[in-house]
């Protein structure tokens, strides 16, 4: 069965950063592309970027690039969303989703609260 | 950057009823367009791919169409199982873009 599954929640406070984790299972992972989604309580879906875990090859969103890094290591089926400088404008759910136009597997989600 | 303009931002509907959502993108992207389901508390899922093609798994009822800038996902007889929030997303150059969303009561 193919999964897509993070890492548990998080409690930050301003100004820290955050590594969230999307291990893939059930396929060959370095053939599907990983984008990463934000959403933030109560609003709709921001994509942020994506990543070929072939070759590391990423495309960002422009309202996000500079503010995230998406990463890779395919030798353990996972990719990575790294976020810098977190503000309390962070805090929201972010998922993996597995490909490269339509999206069709999804991870679970990961709640991310940023509070002083 | 595509702009997608997702309506009506919310709708309420019977049992049976046959439900209409549209998305108008900015600029031309062909076919490049899917819908999403999303149910409360829940990750999105895939239903329409490709602006008219249904997702593996995903009930006849639902389909989609549309080419250019305006698409269109039909349900033909709601279910109960049906309500959350219906995303659009489009692909062209190597950026997805959301639309608002919709969200389905009963």
């Known amino acids: 069965e193919v999964q897509l599954v993070q890492s548990g929640p998080e409690v930050k406070k301003p100004g820290e950063s955050l590594r969230i984790s999307c291990r893939g299972s059930g396929y060959n992972f370095g053939i599907y592309w990983i984008n990463w989604v934000r959403q933030m309580p109560g609003k709709g879906l921001e994509w942020m970027g994506q990543?070929?875990?072939?070759?590391?090859?990423?495309h960002y969103s422009p309202s996000f690039q500079g503010h995230v890094n998406i990463s890779a290591d395919k030798s353990i089926s996972t990719a990575y969303l790294h976020l810098s400088s977190l503000k309390a404008s962070d805090s929201g759910i972010y998922y993996c989703?597995?490909?490269?136009?339509?999206?069709?597997?999804w991870g679970q989600g990961t709640l991310v609260t940023v509070s002083s | 950057d595509v702009h997608m303009t997702q309506s009506p931002s919310s709708l309420s509907a019977s049992v049976g009823d046959r439900v209409t959502i549209t998305c108008q993108a900015s600029?031309?992207?062909?076919?490049?367009l899917n819908w999403y389901h999303q149910k409360p508390g829940k990750a999105p899922k895939l239903l329409i791919f490709?602006?008219?093609n249904l997702e593996t798994g995903a009930p006849s009822r639902f389909s989609g169409g549309g080419s250019g800038t305006h698409f269109s996902f039909t349900i033909s007889s709601l279910q109960p199982e049906d309500i959350g929030t219906y995303f659009c997303?489009?692909?062209?150059?190597?950026?997805?873009?959301f639309g608002g969303g919709t969200k389905v009561e009963i």
């Open positions: 997303q489009q692909y062209d150059d190597l950026v997805f873009t």
């Open positions: 600029q031309d992207i062909t076919v490049n």
């Open positions: 989703a597995r490909g490269r136009e339509a999206a069709a597997r």
């Open positions: 990543i070929d875990p072939s070759d590391s090859t990423t």
């Open positions: 490709d602006a008219s």
